[in-house]
């Protein structure tokens, strides 16, 4: 019996592994395209001003100054670029998929969890988020590390729970202030 619970966990760590490079690839296609405006704003009014400058200003509730952070770094590494200020979204666009196999596998079986996260690896919408250079994708990937945090939160009742969860609450909001709904639902 254990070796056939070794198989079919090794099948779904294949599954899932292809289903990471699918949505990798899917990502990265075309991330070098023309920016568009609500990017080149972000390039301008954020992503491109020193990071002391993008941490302590807010020019606008249409901004996410965690994804500008994110951008800015991204393209002190590797050179400004579309791709460089894209990066971020394609990185978190990958990473929400996992963490949708990682909450599922805690609420649904392996099969349930795999299909939800090829639905979201394969999706359009997802897809073109995950090619935005926005923060839309890291938002996706924190409001479901939050509910993850919520749950141990409530099942284990520790402050070092109730801290990740409380964190991560706020790291969502600096992303984006929609978060805040998220907080409020969940509080």
């Known amino acids: 019996a254990m070796s056939s619970r070794t198989d079919t966990s090794r099948g779904w760590t294949v599954a899932l592994g292809a289903t990471l490079l699918v949505a990798a690839a899917l990502r990265a296609l075309r ?7 609500d990017e080149l704003v972000t390039l301008v009014l954020s992503a491109r001003l020193p990071l002391g400058t993008i941490v302590t200003t807010f020019p606008g509730v249409n901004q996410h100054p965690l994804y500008s952070v994110l951008a800015h770094v991204s393209m002190a590494v590797f050179g400004e670029s579309a791709w460089t200020l894209r990066l971020p979204a394609a990185v978190f666009g ?94």
Do not use: C, K
Request: aromatic share 12%; hydrophobic share 60%.
């Open 31 to 37: 991330l070098d395209a023309g920016l568009w405006y």
């Open 94 to 187: 990958v990473a929400s998929v996992a963490a949708t196999w990682t909450l599922g596998r805690r609420l649904l079986t392996h099969a349930e969890a795999w299909a939800a996260a090829l639905l979201l690896a394969t999706s359009y919408h997802h897809i073109w988020f995950s090619q935005n250079a926005r923060g839309y994708t890291l938002l996706a990937f924190l409001t479901l590390a939050f509910t993850q945090a919520l749950r141990a939160a409530l099942r284990s009742a520790s402050p070092r729970a109730l801290g990740a969860w409380v964190a991560l609450g706020v790291i969502g909001v600096y992303t984006h202030l929609t978060m805040a709904f998220v907080v409020v639902g969940q509080a």
